[in-house]
T-cell receptor, first 110, second 114 residues
Framework: QKEVEQNSGPLSVPEGAIASLNCTYS??????FFWYRQYSGKSPELIMS????GDKEDGRFTAQLNKASQYVSLLIRDSQPSDSATYLC??????????FGAGTRLTVKP | DAGVIQSPRHEVTEMGQEVTLRCKPI?????LFWYRQTMMRGLELLIY????????DSGMPEDRFSAKMPNASFSTLKIQPSEPRDSAVYFC????????????FGNGTRLTVT
């Protein structure tokens, strides 16, 4: 079983819609959770971090964490074509290592 | 903030040759990570350092791979001898100490072994 699992997609949504990206992790002692965005040919860039159960909002982005279900999600409201990218879920352990999911490719159609 | 600096950006080499990838972390960051990214396997953690000390190298695929961090501002990842299956994008990332700290990535080195 992979440590961090994501639906690889591709996920396609129309412009203005809500995109929902999901991630599960296997290690119950995982401490910190991050979402990265990666455009084709570029390096991953941080979108959001979340450390405790519940929702965290930043502009059009909302991260949700449920440690009991070992589940993290990212919602993108009012999706724009510029949001088209691969979204990587990352889990950082207490020991310091960070593991990534395979990524979900999102396409926002104008 | 200059960001994480990697060199070279692209490397093309022949099978059997030695390859050295270089990384300069963000000043003040105590943790440094090397990742490899391929379409098939995604972003794989190879090794990471805390305060210049290797903490976990279980992701290093074979003895052909080695990494060093001689000081807080420089790290190398060496492949000797290189093989075609090593072709990938290699990313270096750094962070402040602490599991709540995010990683900041360099631009990566695209390695092609022919």
């Amino acid at each position: 079983q992979k440590e961090v699992e994501q639906n690889s997609g591709p996920l396609s949504v129309p412009e203005g819609a809500i995109a929902s990206l999901n991630c599960t992790y296997s290690d119950r002692v995982s401490q910190s959770f991050f979402w990265y965005r990666q455009y084709s040919g570029k390096s991953p860039e941080l979108i959001m971090s979340i450390y405790s159960n519940g929702d965290k909002e930043d502009g059009r982005f909302t991260a949700q964490l449920n440690k009991a279900s070992q589940y993290v999600s990212l919602l993108i409201r009012d999706s724009q074509p510029s949001d088209s990218a691969t979204y990587l879920c990352a889990v950082r352990q207490l020991a310091g290592d960070m593991r990534f999911g395979a990524g979900t490719r999102l396409t926002v159609k104008p | 903030d200059a960001g994480v600096i990697q060199s070279p950006r692209h490397e093309v080499t022949e099978m059997g040759q030695e390859v050295t990838l270089r990384c300069k972390p963000i000043s003040g960051h105590n943790s440094l990570f090397w990742y490899r990214q391929t379409m098939m396997r995604g972003l794989e953690l190879l090794i990471y350092f805390n305060n210049n000390v290797p903490i976990d190298d279980s992701g290093m695929p074979e003895d052909r791979f080695s990494a060093k961090m001689p000081n807080a501002s420089f790290s190398t990842l060496k492949i000797q001898p290189s093989e075609p299956r090593d072709s990938a994008v290699y990313f270096c990332a750094s962070s402040r100490t602490g599991h709540n700290s995010p990683l900041h990535f360099g631009n990566g080195t695209r390695l092609t072994v022919t």
